[in-house]
């Protein structure tokens, strides 16, 4: 099993969303994080004064898959979050060692 997990732009997670349920994926999880790469945040003017932003707003999108699904599932989110812009931010791809479904006790692939 593998965790794949895409730090992606707040605006593109419709399209992520829509991306990764038309491949089959029926559950993720999603976290508001903050950070920077190479754009190194930004200045924002507010009440004339000019302030340096240092951490981006990202949204962390999670995806529990089998071994099979994992790239073809992390191509579909490149595509669905990609601008073309810096910033469109990473997808990382982990091993998964066991999973548990709580309700039922099912394990590893069957609680996905």
Known sequence: MKLVVA???PFKLDDVRDALTHQGIS?????EVKGYGRQKGHTEIYRGAEYAVNFLPKIRVEVAVNDEHAHRIA???QTAAKTGQIGDGKIFIMPLDH???IRTGETDSDAL
Do not use: D, M, P, Q
Not at 27 to 31: D, K, R, V
């Open 7 to 9: 730090i992606i732009k």
């Open 27 to 31: 559950g993720l999880t999603i976290t």
């Open 75 to 77: 191509s579909a989110i």
């Open 99 to 101: 999973a548990l479904r």
